[in-house]
């Protein structure tokens, strides 16, 4: 096996861990959605998630030098699609079944492959092109586009798979010239920001009675209770984990070959979703799953049926 095999396998299975990881983020962003407002669930996440980037890994990564940039308008670009796609996504996550809003969300690798295709240069076939049709066909499936089943809360994860979408070609961008430890860095500093100014902003709860999905943005900060303090930390040990490895993913592979890796987050939410919110997926988001995940992995499989190692872009200028 060659050098540049063995990194694409291992960036295959970094974007594998980051969907357990982010896995156990979402159930535990639903599990408190019911009392803590969105921005506190974030602020706390990202003061965890950034102890853990900046004593264990970066100094693993060759020390706070790595975090020197050349591309801080492109850092900028991706904290603000990633900030994006959290708030829709999770505020969506606070209204639906747990299953549900992963299934719609997976809809992200299908977006990939279909901006990867206008902005990187990488050049998906008629399979994969196949592939994005049927798997858009599942997300279809799930939301029930007709007037008597249709829920607008569905659209927020599925905006969200688009903010994802632009995160990770962002990502492949900027991975020809910054470590995985830097591009990890940038969005966690994002969050702390933002949440922290939306402390500041809501947290008295003056805007607080404005309907369900404002409610958990705009909701009063309370003190977290003793007892969900180790969900608090475990959110944020998760999403260290999770944004190094999927830097990593999106870094060594083609967007559109690493995002598929991530469907492993899909039979976890149905595992939490039964276990933890007694919610069992009913028949359209199995059938519409089924058909998202199927197409990733057509996907892959034509990926590994190349003669040649996947492109990369070419690194841009400093500056």
């Keep these: 096996m060659n050098t540049q095999a063995q990194v694409n396998i291992f960036g295959l299975l970094a974007a594998a861990g980051a969907g357990v990881a982010f896995s156990v983020i979402d159930m535990i962003f639903k599990f408190l959605s019911g009392d803590y407002p969105l921005y506190e669930v ?13 004593a264990v890994i970066v100094p693993l990564e060759g020390g706070y030098s790595r975090l ?45 492959t279909t901006l990867s295709a206008l902005f990187l240069g990488e050049r998906p076939g008629p399979w994969r092109w196949g592939a994005v049709c049927a798997g858009f066909l599942g997300v279809l499936i799930i939301m029930r586009p007709g007037p008597g089943t249709f829920q607008a809360a569905a659209l927020l994860p599925f ?3 688009c903010g994802y979408a632009t995160l990770h070609v962002l990502t492949r961008r900027a991975g020809s010239s910054e470590s995985g430890a ?41 003190w977290p209770a003793p007892q969900d303090w180790p969900y608090l930390i475990g959110v944020g040990l998760a999403g260290s984990v999770g944004g190094y490895l999927v830097s990593q993913a ?17 039979p976890m939410s149905v ?15 199995w059938a519409g799953s089924s058909l998202i995940i199927a197409s ?13 190692p996947p492109s990369r872009p070419r690194p841009r200028a400093a500056g």
């Excluded at 670009?77 to 999770?90: E, G, S, W």
């Excluded at 591009?183 to 369900?212: C, H, K, N, Q, T």
């Design 68 to 112: 020197r940039t050349h591309q801080p308008k492109l850092h900028l670009l991706r904290c603000c699609a990633v900030l994006f796609a959290n708030l829709c996504f999770f505020t969506g996550l606070a209204i639906l079944p747990l299953a549900e809003a992963v299934a719609i969300a997976f809809a992200t690798p299908l977006i990939v």
């Design 250 to 266: 999106y870094r060594l592979n083609e967007a559109a070959l690493a995002a598929p890796f991530e469907y492993i987050a899909m």
């Design 159 to 161: 905006f969200g798979a």
């Design 182 to 222: 830097t591009l990890a860095f940038y969005p966690m500093l994002g969050f702390l920001i933002v949440s922290a100014l939306a402390g500041l902003m809501f947290g008295d709860g003056r805007y607080e009675g404005s309907g369900a999905a404002l409610d958990f943005i705009l909701r009063a900060w309370i």
């Design 296 to 308: 990733g992995l057509v996907s892959v499989w034509r990926e590994t049926r190349r003669k040649h």
């Design 42 to 54: 974030v602020l706390f996440r990202s003061v965890v998630a950034m102890i853990v980037m900046l």
């Design 271 to 285: 595992i939490w979703g039964v276990l933890i919110f007694n919610e069992w997926p009913d028949p359209a988001v």
